[in-house]
């Protein structure tokens, strides 16, 4: 079986990772600059006691930004695909459970959020959608190697390169 | 044949060398990934506390901002007057022909918008005794607070102010509409709203029996329920605020000259 080359995947690797920056950056900015609408759609969860809603609403976009920033310069991409991951699964079980509860909410996710009336909702679209970007999460967690990366300007020649050499 | 030891050997040489090259390297790494790893847990750490950092500044400046006291022009030309069964108040000289019934939310922007737009013609009015306006402060807009219950506090607060100083409630309902807090942060705390009171000489035994009771809050949540399931009160997709009324017909307020025509077709 022809396996794809070392370069090829890395490029795949560094889609996936340039992809997620991406998504984390654009979501926590919109959510960072309309602070009442993300606390807003964080209470219509539910899930929030009352009084920490506002203190959620304001640790997402920054913990969001963080991501997209590791990963837009690739810093620790295998760490921080991990903390993806955990983060979008803490998500898709928030839609989940509003969507398994008869909540009619909006899910927030690039900003606005909230209420919606009962025929509005976009549940399996929003977890489809998030469920995409965990699997970029998954692909850079268990091939964590891009191009122009700081881990890679950091490690030098990537491992492969490495036994290439010596063999 | 005797090459073939000979290029083994250099083989195996070279392959060794590498290793210890690549162990080297290796370590190098270790120590590098580490430092990665210790670089990724500031950077998230330091988001999750400059976010906690961040709500707490948010908070406490929100907590400590001070409502403007706002003083209503004509309003001892004219008296208000709190009717506790319906916890409403009436605004205006008694004979003026006109009622107007106004149902508000403090929380609600489009009311601050019509008020802002429209408070100095009605005070002109007012004291003119062509009208008088009944003022509806509901909860509508309860869980667009964190916490939620601002409307209602806010409301349940105008109503302490009508009983223990009605000719204060012009300028309190003013103030309040005049600083609006936002949708969805935390809302002037209860503190905030007895303190824009006394600014305004309204206190006392009177004004904090029903600000500590929440006297009207029961009666703030039935208004709303009444004036949802009201047809006479619904517009386009269902109750909102505001809503305005002139002598029990709904008025279309987002035309600027309502009040102009409803004078004269009076």
Redesign the interface.
Known sequence: MARPSTRALDAVGTLARLGLAGVWLASGAIKLVD???T??SV?AYQLVP??L???V???????E???G??LLFG??VR??AV?SGIVLLVYIAGIAQSWARGLTIDCGCFGGGGQVAAGQTHYPQEILRDTGFLLLALWLALRPSTLVS??GW???PT?AA??E??? | MSSIPTSKNKRKKTTSNARVVAAARGDRDAKRKNVIGVIVVVVIAAAIFGGIFYQRQQATAAATAIIPAVSVAGADQYPAVLDPATATVLVGKPAAPITIDAYEDFLCPVCGQFEAANAPAIDKQLQAGTIKVRYHMLNLLDDRSTPSGYSTMAANTALAVATAAPARFADYHASLFGKQPEENGPGWTQAQLSNLAARLNVSGPAFDGVVNANTYGAKIQANLTAAEANPALQQQGGFGTPTVLANGAQVNWQDSNWLNALLAAH
């Open positions: 602070p009442h609408a606390v807003a209470k009352d009084h809603v506002s203190l609403a304001n640790v997402l976009p920054f913990l930004l963080a991501l920033l590791l810093v620790g760490l921080v903390l700081v881990d950091l490690t030098g491992h490495t036994l050499n010596a063999s």
